[in-house]
C-alpha cells in the first residue's frame, strides 16, 4: 500500500475563517477578470487609526499622494522615545488585488510586529489590480521609500532609525517587497539605508505548472485558479505569459540583480503552500546570484499561516523574524 500524503491539521476556528476568505474572494472574483469592489467592502472589516496605544501600540494614517490614495499606516510602540528602533516597510498580501493596511487581520499583524520586534512599521496601501496593473504596485512602495527618506522628520519619531530600514512583505507583499528592494539598490537615499528584505511565502510564478501546484490541489486560500486570476488581473494589458519578470523573478526573463548591493533576505516556505516550489527556486536564485539569503521552512503549514494568532507556528515566525531583524542590525554594512 502506498504511503498517504500528510494532511493539513487546524484549528476549527481557523479553518471556518479560511474556508470565509476563500469564498469571498472567489465570489468578489467575476469571470471578466474584474472584481467586486462593493461585496469586498462590505465583508473586509476595516479598523480605524487609533492614536490611544492599544497592547502597547499606537497608529496613524499618513497620506503620500491623494490623487492615488497612497497612504501608510504608522504603527508606534509604546517606549521610551530615547530608544532608537528600525523601521520596517510592510506590505500586505491579497494577490495585488484585495485588501489594505486598515483590513483587521493585516491591523492585527503589523501591530504585533511593532511590539514584538519591536520596530516601528510603515504599512503601505499600494494599489490594487485590476484598476491598477503593474508596475502600479511597484511605484507605489518605491515611492513610499523615497517619501520617508525626504520627511522623516517630519512625520516619523525621532528615535525611528531609517538607516536601519526593511521591506517586508506577504504574498503578493512579498513579491513587492522584492521588487522595490532591486529599484532601491539603484537609488540613492539621503537617510534611508535597507538592511533587509523580509518574503513571507511571496507570490511568484511561471508558466510552468511546479510539483506542488500540481499536488497541492485543494490547499486552503492559494490554488493556481485564483492565483491565475490575480496575475491576469496584475499583468499589463497585452501581456499573457507568466514568465514576465515581474511573476517568474527566477526564470528566463529575470533581472539580473549580481551587480547589485541587494540586501540579506529571509524566505519563509511553508510545506501545504503551492507556491512553495517558486519560493524555494527565489532563494536558490538569491544564493546563486551572490547574495545572502536565510530560509525559513514551516512543513506543516499552509499559504498565510502566520496570520493566525491561534497558531503556534505564528509567534514562532514573528521571534524567527526579530532574530533575522537583529542580526541585519548588527552586521557591518
Known sequence: MAPQSPK??????TRIFISLLSTLSDAASRSDGSVNRLLLRFFDYQVSPNPIPTNSVSTSDITVDASRNLWFRLFSPSLPSDIPLPVVIFFHGGGF??????????????????????????????????????????????????????????????????????????????????????????????????????????????????????ELVGAPLVSVGRSDFCWKAFLPKGWSNRDHPAVNVSGPNAEDIRGLEFPATMVVVAGFDPLKDWDRRYYEWLKASGKEARLIEYPSMMHAFYIFPELEESAHLILQIKDFITSSCSSKL
Not at 493539513?8 to 476556528?13: A, Q
Not at 525611528?160 to 532601491?184: K, M, P, Q, T
Open 8 to 13: 493539513l491539521s487546524l484549528p476549527f476556528k
Open 97 to 214: 488585488t484585495f485588501l489594505s493596511p486598515a483590513s483587521q487581520g493585516y491591523d492585527a499583524v503589523c501591530r504585533r510586529f511593532a511590539r514584538k520586534f519591536p520596530a516601528f512599521v510603515v504599512s503601505v496601501n499600494y494599489r490594487l489590480a485590476p484598476e491598477h496593473t503593474y508596475p502600479s504596485q511597484y511605484e507605489d512602495g518605491f515611492d513610499v521609500l523615497k517619501f520617508l527618506d525626504e520627511n522623516h522628520n517630519a512625520i516619523l519619531p525621532e528615535n525611528a532609525d531609517l538607516s536601519r530600514c526593511f521591506l517586508a512583505g506577504d504574498s503578493a507583499g512579498g513579491n513587492i517587497a522584492h521588487h522595490v528592494a532591486v529599484r532601491a539598490c539603484k537609488a540613492e537615499f539621503e537617510t534611508l539605508k535597507l538592511r533587509g528584505v523580509i518574503c513571507i511565502q511571496p507570490f511568484f510564478g511561471g508558466e510552468e505548472r511546479t510539483e506542488a501546484e500540481v
